[in-house]
């Protein structure tokens, strides 16, 4: 027989508390599974097995928004280890980040110690390191021809003053924002590839999802910014311009399916829009 608990046994059981229940209902995480004739909410212990689900993946480190796409029915277990696997690397990331602010106060310590110190020294020590960083993990990502044909691009696309406060949001831009970023934008590519391929209702509730996520993911990048959108916008029509073998990342998809998809995406992005 199912048993059920109101919220307050619930949150004790659990070991959270009760406003934390009533903000994961909200935000669409975990939901009640039924409600008492006086109004109470009733969770029971299927609940309780989401709920720990969720906490694992909190505790992981992962966003509300990417849990709640890793929960949703019918995704397939390989999206949990790839998330998981990138997690990692994002952390490890975030430790090598560490290490190189452990290195920049022994080198500051060193200069202290030899009476060399001053605040413009540390500023160098410390943007020296830093540039040594970027330029690093991004040949990770990037071979020498695609960060020549991204910055070819973006010359193309973005006003010297969008540069500019680009360079001004990006400034703490580490590598593990890029691995998060990359695993979002990923998960956005393959729902869309899929839900274009059924010809799924744009309207519906799940394309209304991803075009929710597409467009913040854009307001994120943008930062609202008019000039950055611009220029945004510009680089993806002249991206789409370019011959596929000069691309700094080729499709994975014919051209007809990447049409489709585009359409698909714009028709979905068209209605949520409206409904804002």
Not at 94 to 106: E, F, M, N, S, W
Not at 218 to 227: E, H, K, L, S
Not at 236 to 257: I, V
Not at 262 to 269: F, I, K, P, S, V
């Amino acid at each position: 027989m199912q048993r059920f608990y109101r919220s307050g046994q619930f949150a004790r059981k659990a070991a959270v508390s009760i406003r934390t229940l009533r903000y994961y209902d909200q935000e669409g995480l975990l939901s009640p599974s039924q409600y008492s004739e006086a109004g109470y909410r009733l969770y029971t212990d299927d609940d309780l097995v989401n709920l720990q689900q969720i906490l694992a993946l909190k505790y992981l480190g992962l966003s509300l928004d990417e849990i709640k796409a890793l929960l949703r029915p019918g995704r397939n277990p390989r999206s949990l280890q790839e998330v998981l696997v990138q997690q990692k690397e994002m952390m490890q990331a975030k430790r090598a980040q560490l290490d190189g602010i452990i290195h920049a106060l022994d080198e500051t310590t060193k200069l202290l110690h030899d009476s060399q110190c001053d605040w413009d020294s540390l500023v160098r020590v410390i943007q020296a390191i830093q540039m040594e960083q970027n330029k690093e993990w991004v040949k990770k990502y990037l071979t020498p021809e695609q960060q020549e044909q991204m910055k070819s691009l973006s010359e193309q696309s973005y006003s010297d003053e969008a540069h500019e406060r680009m360079a001004a949001r990006n400034i703490d831009w580490t590598e593990a924002d890029q691995e998060r970023a990359s695993g979002q934008w990923a998960s956005v590519y393959a729902d869309l590839a899929r839900l274009a391929a059924e010809n799924a209702d744009p309207a519906g509730v799940e394309a209304q999802d991803l075009a929710k996520r597409h467009s913040d993911l854009i307001a994120d990048f943008t930062g609202g910014d008019p000039q950055i959108s611009k220029g945004h916008n510009r680089w993806w029509k002249n991206h789409d311009a370019l011959p596929d073998a000069q691309k700094p990342f080729p499709s994975p998809y014919s051209q007809e399916e990447q049409k489709a998809q585009q359409a698909w995406m714009e028709r979905a992005l068209q209605i949520y829009r409206q409904r804002q």
